[in-house]
Nanobody, 124 residues
Framework: QVQLVESGGGLVQAGGSLRLSCAAS????????MGWFRQAPGKERELVAG????????YTVDSVKGRFTISRDNAKKTVYLQMNSLKPEDTAVYYC?????????????????WGQGTQVTVSS
């Protein structure tokens, strides 16, 4: 069984920063790809950023390029999402997800494990 536990969400003013963490446990993640998704009320869940465990290839969606950075610490089995210059439109529940494959994909249904989600609220 795989467990993913997110932390770091909260309320921040526009222009501020937050860092989300996702701690993984339960199985080896040597071939897992990790992703940060978000879902706002009434909207579909979208991939914000992804990273492969092998090689560290990353992806970020256009709307957060230059503001969000995904990184990982293999020894701690933890993935981070550094979010800077936050905007009200970044308000959403953010989910950590893992898939047993070497490539980053954007479809939520191709991810095997999910965290419980953490709320990020950006006030204007």
């Amino acid at each position: 069984q795989v467990q993913l536990v997110e932390s770091g969400g909260g309320l921040v003013q526009a222009g501020g920063s937050l860092r989300l963490s996702c701690a993984a446990s339960g199985r080896t993640f040597s071939t897992y790809t990790m992703g940060w998704f978000r879902q706002a009320p009434g909207k579909e869940r979208e991939l914000v950023a992804g990273i492969t465990w092998i090689g560290g290839t990353t992806y970020t969606v256009d709307s957060v390029k230059g503001r969000f950075t995904i990184s990982r610490d293999n020894a701690k089995k933890t993935v981070y999402l550094q979010m800077n210059s936050l905007k009200p439109e970044d308000t959403a529940v953010y989910y950590c997800a893992a898939r047993a494959g070497p490539t980053i994909v954007t479809e939520p249904n191709r991810y095997d494990y999910w965290g419980q989600g953490t709320q990020v609220t950006v006030s204007s």
